[in-house]
């Protein structure tokens, strides 16, 4: 027992004995664990400022409509913190972006369905929180893609309407 105890000593006396602790890495599995339960969600309509609403239809297609009673504008808004933020349709598709730029749904709960919520203004932008690319309806309420951040233009800015049920 007095070897361990004296090998022990003359390891810290050689080591330092008030060495600093390396500072914790967060691995991806623990920001995953993070973005699992959202700790804010709310029901909301996003219309464009170039006046119409986005919607999801039933098969996974973006598209948009100017007609506010549709069901398929309805999207669940979910934090995970101050603007980081996830889109979907209650029930069904995730709104996300790939790292090609290309705004597309998915059934699954991915990476690239993060996005940061910036106000500008009034408005507000959505950029994808892994690829940069922002969330773009052209005038014929389709969805441009590879669109780099940009948040001055008409394009990418949004108001977020709330609905109360």
Known sequence: MKDICQTLITFLLMFGLHAKPRP?????NAIDMRLKLPSFSQKVRLFSRQGFFITIDQSGNI???RNKGDRNNVFLMESFSFNLKRIRK???YFLSI?????????LRARKECLFLERLTGNFVTY???LSQYMIVMTTKQKPLHGT???FNTKETQ???MRITE
């Open 24 to 28: 914790k890495r967060v691995t991806h």
């Open 63 to 65: 598209g948009g409509t």
């Open 90 to 92: 209650p029930d069904s």
């Open 98 to 106: 790939n790292k090609n730029g290309i705004i597309e749904t998915t």
């Open 127 to 129: 950029e994808n929180m």
């Open 148 to 150: 780099p951040n940009n």
């Open 158 to 160: 949004f108001v977020v």
